[in-house]
């Protein structure tokens, strides 16, 4: 019984300091970015990493997630008669909640792993202890151009996938069930306003933010995880919970943020 409500209490005591160091975390990353010495090269290098080499497989998942939306909305609403929304079905799901969560899902998987890994490996390595040594300040130097690309690549990817996946709609619903062209499109104007684009823009922006959060603070942290170690098992184990942690996050943001804005 003693040896079990020690267990409780370190358990306990481990993530009152994990939900501290995350937020210590955070706070120092976010001050990093705005501290001199401006470059904004790290920044383009981390958008292309995050953002660019992302465009492919989000486009390829948005195209395939389009076109079954396109497929069950049509039988959904042939039932009613009303073939003629299958745009706006198509366009709101992707606009208001598909788009933002499955981009960030796929580059949480993509770039958030090896985001993870690499600041992991270098904390292993002890070059952050090096950066540290040269009094350069590692959360401006590693960290929070990561904050700044994440923040403005999520939005990004998230529009490609919209429009995407809306083709991938259209070519389903109109080319290959012959839904008329012009009230795929008229459906979609009428229905899909400003709130809605607002609604995923936040949810990308949030994703973005908790993505690279979350997966660059489990890395920089590796040395404390409870179940770690200090060598590449140690590095794994942390990649793995980034991953699932962010995911878990994701949807839980989206609840939120939904709730609230709905």
């Given amino acids: 019984m003693i040896s079990f409500l020690n ?3 370190e358990l306990a ?3 009152v300091n994990f939900i501290g160091m995350m937020g210590v975390f955070l706070v120092l990353s976010f001050v ?3 501290k001199p010495p401006y470059k904004i090269f790290p920044i383009i290098r981390q958008i292309y990493i995050i953002g660019s080499q992302s465009i492919f497989v989000v486009a390829f998942i948005a195209a395939f997630t389009g076109a079954v939306l396109g497929l069950q909305g049509y039988h959904t609403l042939r039932q009613f008669g009303s073939e003629g929304l299958l745009g706006s079905a198509v366009a709101l799901s992707l606009i208001r909640e598909l788009g933002p969560v499955l981009t960030a899902l796929m580059v949480t998987g993509r770039a958030g792993s090896a985001m993870c890994a690499e600041i992991g490996i270098m904390r292993i ?4 202890d090096a950066l540290e040594c040269m009094a350069i300040d590692p959360y401006r130097y590693l960290i929070a151009p990561k904050f700044v690309a994440g923040i403005i690549s999520l939005p990004l990817l998230n529009f490609v996938f919209n429009v995407v996946g809306i083709i991938g709609g259209y070519v389903v619903g109109v080319l290959l069930l012959k839904v008329d ?4 499109f008229s ?3 009428r229905s899909v306003v400003f709130d809605d684009i607002y609604m995923g823009l936040v949810k990308s922006l949030v994703f973005g933010l908790v993505m690279v959060w979350i997966c660059s603070s489990k890395g920089y942290h590796v040395h404390l995880e409870r179940s770690g170690g200090f ?4 590095v794994s184990r942390a990649t793995t919970g980034a991953v699932v942690l962010s995911s878990v996050s994701i949807l839980v ?3 939120l943020i939904t709730a609230v804005l709905l």
């Fill in 187 to 189: 459906s979609m104007q």
């Fill in 181 to 184: 062209s012009g009230a795929y």
């Fill in 13 to 15: 005591i481990y993530y």
């Fill in 125 to 128: 390595s002890e070059q952050i």
């Fill in 7 to 9: 267990n409780i209490g």
């Fill in 32 to 34: 990093g970015i705005f």
């Fill in 231 to 234: 060598g590449a098992e140690g």
């Fill in 253 to 255: 943001w989206d609840y």
